[in-house]
C-alpha cells in the first residue's frame, strides 16, 4: 500500500527557513515524478513544485521561484521541500504528492500534510 | 500560466439528483500527438487530502463510483455526479497536467439541498 508521510511543518518568522520532508513506501519510489501542493486555510489548491524520478528536472510556481527548492534522496525514498525567505502568504498545508507515472501524469495519491505557519 | 476557472463556486443538490460542475481553462490543454487531454478532477472532503476521481478529463480512477463521470475537451470540461449522495458532499477541483504550473480551479463546493 502506498504511504506519503510528511514532517517538519512548523510556526516560523517571515524571512525564515524549514525544510519540508516526504517519506514514501509501498511503491518503487525512484520511478515516480513528486510534486508539493499548499493549501493556505480556507482555500483552494496551489501546485508549488514538481520533480522527475530521477531529479533531473525541477519545476516551480511563479510564486516561489527562488525561494523553495524540490529536491529528492532516491535511495532513502525521500522528498524535500528547502523554504527560505518565508512570507506570511506561504502559511499553508503542505501536501507531498505522487505521480501516476512521469511529469505529464496526473497526481494520484497524496500525503496527509504537513502544517507550515509563517508568523511573528 | 494556464488559468483554470470552475463554475459554480457553489451547487446545491438534492440528493439522488444530478450534480454538474463545469471547469474552463484560458489555452486548450488537448495534445495534439496523442489526443489526449491533460485534466483531471479531485474530491477533497473536510479535513482530508485530495482524491483523484478523473483523469485524461473522462478516465475513472480505479475504485471510484461510476456515478461521477468527466466530459469535454480542449478548453471546456465537465464533471457529472448522476445520482448525488451524502457523502458526495466535498469541495472539488479540476487541475491541468498539460504544462507547468499546473494550476488548479479555485474549487466547487458541493451540498445537499
Known amino acids: 500500500e502506498e504511504l506519503l508521510l510528511e514532517s517538519g511543518g512548523d510556526l516560523v518568522q517571515p524571512g525564515g527557513s524549514l525544510r519540508l520532508s516526504c517519506a514514501a513506501s509501498?511503491?518503487?519510489?525512484?520511478?515516480?515524478?513528486m510534486s508539493w501542493v499548499r493549501q493556505a486555510p480556507g482555500k483552494g489548491l496551489e501546485w508549488v513544485s514538481g520533480?522527475?524520478?530521477?531529479?533531473?528536472?525541477?519545476y516551480y510556481a511563479g510564486s516561489v521561484k527562488g525561494r523553495l527548492t524540490i529536491s529528492r534522496d532516491n535511495s532513502k525514498n525521500t522528498l524535500f521541500l528547502q523554504m527560505n525567505s518565508l512570507r506570511a502568504e506561504d502559511t499553508a498545508v503542505y501536501y507531498c504528492?505522487?505521480?501516476?507515472?512521469?511529469?505529464?501524469?496526473?497526481?494520484?495519491?497524496w500525503g496527509q500534510g504537513t502544517l507550515v505557519t509563517v508568523s511573528s | 500560466d494556464i488559468v483554470m476557472t470552475q463554475s459554480p463556486d457553489s451547487l446545491a443538490v438534492s440528493l439522488g439528483e444530478r450534480a454538474t460542475i463545469n471547469c474552463k481553462s484560458s489555452q486548450s490543454v488537448l495534445y495534439s500527438s496523442n489526443n489526449k487531454n491533460y485534466l483531471a478532477w479531485y474530491q477533497q472532503k473536510p479535513g482530508q487530502p485530495p482524491k483523484l476521481l478523473i483523469y485524461w478529463a473522462s478516465t475513472r480512477e480505479s475504485g471510484v463510483p461510476d456515478r461521477f463521470s468527466g466530459s469535454g475537451s480542449g478548453t471546456d470540461f465537465t464533471l457529472t455526479i448522476s445520482s448525488l449522495q451524502a457523502g458526495d458532499v466535498a469541495l472539488y477541483y479540476c487541475q491541468q497536467y498539460y504544462t507547468t504550473p499546473k494550476t488548479f480551479g479555485q474549487g466547487t463546493k458541493l451540498e445537499i439541498k
Open positions: 504528492a505522487k505521480s501516476a507515472g512521469g511529469t505529464n501524469l496526473p497526481i494520484d495519491y
Open positions: 509501498g511503491f518503487t519510489f525512484s520511478s515516480y515524478a
Open positions: 520533480i522527475s524520478g530521477s531529479g533531473d528536472s525541477t
